[in-house]
T-cell receptor, first 114, second 112 residues
Framework: AQSVTQPDIHITVSEGASLELRCNYSYGATPYLFWYVQSPGQGLQLLLKYFSGDTLVQGIKGFEAEFKRSQSSFNLRKPSVHWSDAAEYFC????????????FGAGTRLFVKA | SQTIHQWPATLVQPVGSPLSLECTVE??????LYWYRQAAGRGLQLLFYSVGIGQISSEVPQNLSASRPQDRQFILSSKKLLLSDSGFYLC???????????FGSGTRLTVV
C-alpha cells in the first residue's frame, strides 16, 4: 500500500523568499502524485499533479514540483512567496488501481511573514 | 464547467441527533465521489467512496453511512451523532481515476 509523509508540520517564510515543501512517498510502482492547497475553512484545491513524463511539473499560482524517483520525493517549490500563499498544503499519492486509493499526507501549514 | 456544491457550510448538532450532509456535482456524469473528514490539525481521512449509483464503499467503521441515490448526489448520514463526529467534512469528485479531486467547500460540524 502507498503512503505519504510530509516531514514539516509548519513552515514560516518571509514574503518574497523562496519556498520548498517536502513530500516523501512510498509506493511500489510509478506513483500518481498530487499537491493540494487549503485555505482556512475551505476545501482543497489541486495545485499540480504528476503521472509520467517530465519530472518537473508546473502548476497553478506559480508553483512547481519535482519528482525524484531515487529519493521517493515530490517536493513543492515556489521562487517567491506572496502573503496570499499562507495556507495548508497537502501532498497526496494515488495508485494505479484508481483514485479511490489516493492517500493524503498530514499537511504542512505555511506561514508568511511580512 | 464542472462544479460541486456542499451544504450546509456549518452545523451545530446535539449528541444523539441525526445528520444529513448533501453533496451534488454539476457538469459531469458518472463521477467517482468521496467523503473525507478532517479533524482539527490533522490530515484527511477517507470515510466513503462511490463509483456509481447505489455503490458505496466504507473505509472506516463508524456510526456514519453514505448513500448515492442519483448519479451526481452523495449523502453522508448518521442516525445518532457522537461527540467524536465533530470535524470538517469534505465532499470530492473525480472524473476518472487519478485525474485529481475537486473538493467542495466543506461542512464544519460541531457536536455538542
Amino acid at each position: 500500500a502507498q503512503s505519504v509523509t510530509q516531514p514539516d508540520i509548519h513552515i514560516t517564510v518571509s514574503e518574497g523568499a523562496s519556498l520548498e515543501l517536502r513530500c516523501n512517498y512510498s509506493y511500489g510502482a510509478t506513483p500518481y502524485l498530487f499537491w493540494y492547497v487549503q485555505s482556512p475553512g475551505q476545501g482543497l484545491q489541486l495545485l499540480l499533479k504528476y503521472f509520467s513524463g517530465d519530472t518537473l511539473v508546473q502548476g497553478i499560482k506559480g508553483f512547481e514540483a519535482e519528482f525524484k524517483r531515487s529519493q521517493s520525493s515530490f517536493n513543492l517549490r515556489k521562487p517567491s512567496v506572496h502573503w496570499s500563499d499562507a495556507a495548508e498544503y497537502f501532498c497526496a499519492v494515488g495508485s494505479d488501481t484508481g483514485g479511490f486509493k489516493t492517500i493524503f499526507g498530514a499537511g504542512t501549514r505555511l506561514f508568511v511573514k511580512a | 464547467s464542472q462544479t460541486i456544491h456542499q451544504w450546509p457550510a456549518t452545523l451545530v448538532q446535539p449528541v444523539g441527533s441525526p445528520l444529513s450532509l448533501e453533496c451534488t456535482v454539476e457538469g459531469t456524469s458518472n463521477p467517482n465521489l468521496y467523503w473525507y473528514r478532517q479533524a482539527a490539525g490533522r490530515g484527511l481521512q477517507l470515510l466513503f467512496y462511490s463509483v456509481g449509483i447505489g455503490q458505496i464503499s466504507s473505509e472506516v467503521p463508524q456510526n456514519l453511512s453514505a448513500s448515492r441515490p442519483q448519479d451526481r448526489q452523495f449523502i453522508l448520514s448518521s442516525k445518532k451523532l457522537l461527540l467524536s463526529d465533530s470535524g470538517f467534512y469534505l465532499c470530492a469528485w473525480e472524473g476518472s481515476p487519478n485525474y485529481g479531486y475537486t473538493f467542495g467547500s466543506g461542512t464544519r460540524l460541531t457536536v455538542v
